[in-house]
């Protein structure tokens, strides 16, 4: 190979690189790299599974879960204000969960998580003790979670932070 190949050859591999590690996310201190493209493609796999689940795209909106001194609530709105289509998918999608969980069914959790998310069990005992209300917001929506049994609170509160740490959506991981 002449030297002319070789500096194409080297500059093409430099630049493939550079845009592998603007697309790669930063890698976790104390991660090992083996740890780290594991759960890169564990997120792929949630986010793959939460668009077939919530019937949105994933990449299109921002999910919120926030905890409130009588349980909390889960909010998804779209980034952006003029994507009506999945505004209204988002509405539909929260409107479901809203009475599917009332009901006591946490399928689309599991089924975007591949795991029952901690305190699903003894929400689905206490489901009479909870209620879950659809609220309509300008870019989407939220499903207010309540409660005055402890046992539901502490469940509520446990559910929201798994799905604040699996979403990575830096909501606070306490009572605000």
């Not at 009901?103 to 009479?128: W, Y």
Request: no cysteine; charged share 25%.
């Amino acid at each position: 190979m002449n030297t002319q190949l070789r500096l194409i050859a080297v500059a093409a591999f430099g630049l493939s690189s550079m845009t592998a590690d603007a697309q790669h996310p930063a890698m976790p201190p104390g991660m090992t790299h083996e740890e780290h493209l594991a759960q890169m493609q564990r997120e792929a796999d949630m986010k793959k599974r939460g668009t077939a689940a919530m019937r949105f795209d994933q990449d299109k909106v921002a999910h919120h879960f926030l905890m409130t001194a009588d349980g909390g609530s889960i909010q998804v709105e779209v980034r952006d204000p003029s994507d009506q289509t999945d505004r209204d998918a988002i509405r539909a999608h929260l409107r479901q969960i809203a009475a599917e969980f009332a009901k006591g069914d946490f399928e689309a959790p599991f089924a975007t998580h591949a795991e029952i998310p901690p305190g699903v069990p003894t929400l689905q005992r206490l489901k009479s003790a909870v209620t879950y209300t659809f609220e309509e917001t300008l870019k989407g929506g939220r499903v207010r979670i309540a409660t005055n049994n402890a046992d539901a609170l502490a469940s509520i509160h446990e559910f929201l932070v798994y799905q604040i740490r699996e979403h990575h959506t830096g909501d606070p991981l306490v009572v605000k």
